[in-house]
T-cell receptor, first 112, second 113 residues
Framework: GAVVSQHPSWVICKSGTSVKIECRSL??????MFWYRQFPKQSLMLMAT?????????EQGVEKDKFLINHASLTLSTLTVTSAHPEDSSFYIC????????FGPGTRLTVT | SQQGEEDPQALSIQEGENATMNCSYK?????LQWYRQNSGRGLVHLIL?????REKHSGRLRVTLDTSKKSSSLLITASRAADTASYFC?????????????FGKGTHLIIQP
């Protein structure tokens, strides 16, 4: 299976700042990566599909100008939360897909 | 979109007992997967069952799938305190491999020692 890492593991930032989260596929070349968000005590919700070399596709209700996704290589996708607000505090998880989906360990974002 | 619905939402049992969680979904699926998540941690993949399979076993886990009822169940036998976690079903409703998974709301399982 694929090994997926995320950086950072957790981050605390001030309201109004931007935060970049990295998702790396360590042993698998992923043309597609997925970004999920999980609020406390809730389930995972797919935010967007990151496509290598092209624009990401966003799920309904997810602001593409707020959650910037860049997938510049087959092993790296980044999610930038711009002008973060406390309501953006969440657990962000990425995944890659070969036969199954392989998830990263997640990044906990807290916006104060 | 969120289509999986697990029940119960939460379940507390004694160590050694069996725990059963159910999941229902709405669309046609390619496969259904079960995941475990300990509090504040990442997902652990437990088992994948394809749409043409009816039952699958892995250690103390048994998963069933009824595509006519669009439902699945996860049975954990001889539960242990370490099984305390949230359990999610997730459906893969694509055939082409380009879509993400649709997760259910999860069942929070507590095993009392």
């Amino acid at each position: 299976g694929a090994v997926v890492s995320q950086h950072p593991s957790w981050v605390i930032c001030k309201s109004g700042t931007s935060v970049k989260i990295e998702c790396r596929s360590l042993d698998f070349q992923a043309t597609t990566m997925f970004w999920y968000r999980q609020f406390p005590k809730q389930s995972l919700m797919l935010m967007a599909t990151s496509n290598e070399g092209s624009k990401a596709t966003y799920e309904q209700g997810v602001e593409k100008d707020k959650f910037l996704i860049n997938h510049a290589s087959l092993t790296l996708s980044t999610l930038t939360v711009t002008s973060a607000h406390p309501e953006d505090s969440s657990f962000y998880i990425c995944s890659v897909r070969s036969y199954e989906q392989y998830f990263g360990p997640g990044t906990r974002l807290t916006v104060t | 979109s969120q289509q999986g619905e697990e029940d119960p939402q939460a379940l507390s049992i004694q160590e050694g007992e069996n725990a059963t969680m159910n999941c229902s979904y709405k669309t046609s699926i390619n496969n259904l997967q079960w995941y475990r998540q300990n509090s504040g941690r990442g997902l652990v993949h437990l088992i994948l069952i394809r749409s043409n399979e009816r039952e699958k076993h892995s250690g103390r886990l048994r998963v069933t799938l009824d595509t006519s009822k669009k439902s699945s169940s996860l049975l954990i036998t001889a539960s242990r305190a370490a099984d305390t976690a949230s359990y999610f079903c997730a459906t893969d409703d694509s055939g082409g491999g380009a879509d993400g998974l649709t997760f259910g709301k999860g069942t929070h399982l507590i095993i009392q020692p």
